[in-house]
């Protein structure tokens, strides 16, 4: 066998079996970068939308690594200020500029989660069909799962 085959054959299976490791947490972190994406894991200032615990929980997981959500601070006093006497008046301020909608982009990043997901799911398929060491295969993406459950207790 040639060198260039044994160097690409050495690569193609550590690709596989670092996929499959890796393909759990992908997974996750693809499903809860597409609900933040759309803001479902807080509420938003006035609204009446409480999110699910677990989902504040996993949004927590993807962002800080810990499913301890802290409780919210209060919002700050909205006392209404007097302005100080002596304070110079600005007169050169600019207009704000229109705010942009971010809807757009948003839905780009849920299209590119989903797209991670499926992309994600389908080689997970299509290594366990097609491999021919399954109980390896399969040990390998057990322990994409079991490896991080474990480190959450440390």
């Known amino acids: 066998m040639a060198a260039p085959h044994r160097w690409l054959k050495a690569f193609r299976t550590l690709h596989l079996y670092l ?11 693809a499903f809860t970068g597409a609900l ?3 803001d479902l894991h807080e509420a938003a200032r006035g609204s009446d939308y409480k999110p699910p615990a677990w ?3 996993m ?4 962002k800080k690594q810990s499913f301890e959500v802290p409780a919210k601070r209060p919002p700050p ?4 200020r007097t302005p100080a006497v002596d304070a110079p008046v600005r007169t050169d301020a ?3 500029a229109p705010k942009r909608s971010p809807w757009p982009m948003k839905a780009f990043f849920v299209l590119v989660a989903l797209s991670l997901l ?11 069909r097609y491999t021919r060491h399954r109980r390896r295969y399969g040990v390998l993406l057990a322990a994409g799962i079991v490896v991080p459950a474990l480190l959450m207790l440390f």
């Open 19 to 29: 996929g499959v490791f890796s393909a759990p947490a992908l997974l996750f972190f």
């Open 36 to 38: 933040q994406s759309l």
């Open 55 to 57: 989902l504040a929980s």
């Open 59 to 62: 949004a927590h997981m993807h």
């Open 77 to 80: 006093n909205t006392a209404v």
């Open 94 to 96: 600019k207009t704000p």
């Open 118 to 128: 499926f992309s994600t799911l389908t080689g997970v398929y299509m290594g366990w």
